[in-house]
């Protein structure tokens, strides 16, 4: 790879790993807490459809941007939101739901060799590059589709798609963080949050593949612990160096790396029991050092619903309703503001769709 083409790709790479495993970066403003309803569910829902859509999917923020910048801002679309949508329409059967997003999905992200991570409707620019963590979801939505609506075509879609990411996204093995369609390279690093372990285990590959790609990823995976002291995960794995690489720790990163192993039954009981303790006193930060001390004092709503997804799949159902609680009290429930029934932040007008999007999810575990 020449200088110039390995320039871009290091930018790129950046770019996609900006648009995921993200979460809101303004502190949100506390309303009363409260466990699930199905009311709660449902005004989320209407805020998400009525104020954070349009004709081509969930935007990225409520404030709308020139949509050129370096990461994705305004009313700009990602394949994040539309995985994430499907596996809610997915969770609560609604098989209505689930084809039109999919439909919308395929029509904005579909290329030759991913799903674009990324498309501007202002530009009119869809990003040749792919997020493995986001196709990875849709593909999972697939399948979960197939299996919840009885629909064999969608099984048929998710195995065709699996087997286009692993052509692209896996190499010798190994999996990585995106594929860039024009330069027809991937890079050269795994971001630990994006190895979903329960869907590579359902691509429709052979099964000695599955076991070499679901082997080695364990491995990564499990390998970047931190310590019983600060359970938590580090963030990538360099295949170049053979080295774990992590400036301050994202919360939202390490949790979805702790929900992919509760997933596959492979959580450790450490970091359950701190992510128990923490909920409980409402103190899960947004971001520490390596060391387990806070970087920060935000409080995330995407934080809260990774752990309330995480108490469910582990059947702690005291997990899950205070996480829920904890998430609720981000919520704004002042009826005169845009953003009522949504999680954002009041005086800047700023809600994420990652953080609406993940509350959403959580809601329908």
Not at 6 to 13: A, G, N, R, Y
Not at 42 to 59: D, H
Not at 90 to 117: I, P, R
Request: include cysteine.
């Amino acid at each position: 790879m020449n200088s110039k083409n390995s320039t871009v790709i290091v930018l790129l790479m950046s770019l996609v790993l900006l648009a995921a495993c993200s979460g809101n970066k303004a502190e949100p403003s506390p309303t009363s807490s409260h466990s699930v309803t199905q009311s709660d569910e449902q005004v989320l829902y209407n805020f998400i459809n009525t104020k954070l859509t349009g004709p081509y999917g969930v935007f990225t923020n409520f404030q709308e941007t020139d949509q050129n910048g370096e990461a994705a801002s305004g009313h700009e679309i990602l394949s994040e939101s539309a995985g994430l949508m499907m596996r809610v329409a997915v969770l609560t059967g609604n098989k209505e739901l689930f084809a039109a997003q999919w439909k919308l999905a395929q029509q904005t992200f579909d290329m030759k060799d991913g799903f674009s991570y990324r498309y501007s409707p202002k530009l009119d620019k869809q990003y040749p590059v792919n997020a493995a963590v986001d196709d990875l979801r849709l593909i999972r939505a697939l399948y979960e589709a197939g299996e919840i609506f009885g629909e064999t075509q969608y099984t048929e879609q998710a195995d065709k798609y699996g087997r286009r990411f692993y052509d692209n996204n896996v190499e010798n093995g190994y999996l990585r963080d995106f594929y860039d369609e024009n330069y027809k390279i991937a890079n050269e690093s795994i971001t630990l949050c994006y190895i979903n372990l329960s869907t590579m285990q359902k691509l429709s590959i052979s099964d000695e593949l599955r076991g070499i790609l679901l082997g080695n990823m364990n491995d990564i995976l499990k390998g970047g612990y931190l310590s019983d002291q600060f359970p938590f995960y580090e963030t990538r794995f360099d295949y170049k160096t053979d080295k774990y690489g992590s400036e301050n720790i994202n919360t939202v990163e390490s949790l979805l790396s702790i929900l992919s192993l509760a997933e596959v039954d492979q959580q450790k009981a450490s970091s359950i029991k701190y992510i128990k303790q923490q909920v409980d006193a409402g103190t899960l930060f947004g971001q520490y050092t390596k060391e387990g001390v806070p970087a920060n004092d935000i409080h995330s709503t995407a934080i809260y619903a990774i752990t309330a997804m995480i108490g469910s799949e582990i059947g702690d159902e005291i997990l899950y309703r205070q996480s829920i609680a904890r998430m609720n009290e981000l919520r704004v429930s002042d009826s005169s503001s845009a953003l009522y029934g949504g999680f954002g932040d009041v005086h800047n007008k700023q809600a994420y769709s990652f953080d609406n999007l993940m509350a959403l999810l959580a809601y329908s575990y």
